[in-house]
């Protein structure tokens, strides 16, 4: 029951823009690369958890999927 989107992006088509958005991340110290990755810090945003209500202390490393290494 639900109506045709008006608009269907492609993410291929948005590339450049992502790039930039990457590198403002690292720029401003929200996310750093790491063995090929670019990876979000956490603790660069006091918010980060206030959705599930959970401060970065109370979330467990590793409980959804493996942890990687380099994080």
């Not at 045709?4 to 401003?28: D, F, Q, V, Y």
């Amino acid at each position: 029951g639900c109506l045709r989107p008006t608009h269907e992006p492609r993410a291929t088509e948005h590339i450049s823009g992502m790039i930039a958005m990457i590198e403002k991340l690292i720029a401003n110290k929200h996310a750093y690369v790491a063995e090929g990755h670019v990876l979000f810090d956490v603790t660069s945003n006091p918010h980060y958890g206030c959705l599930s209500g959970r401060t970065t202390e109370e979330q467990q490393a590793g409980a959804r999927i493996a942890v990687e290494s380099y994080k």
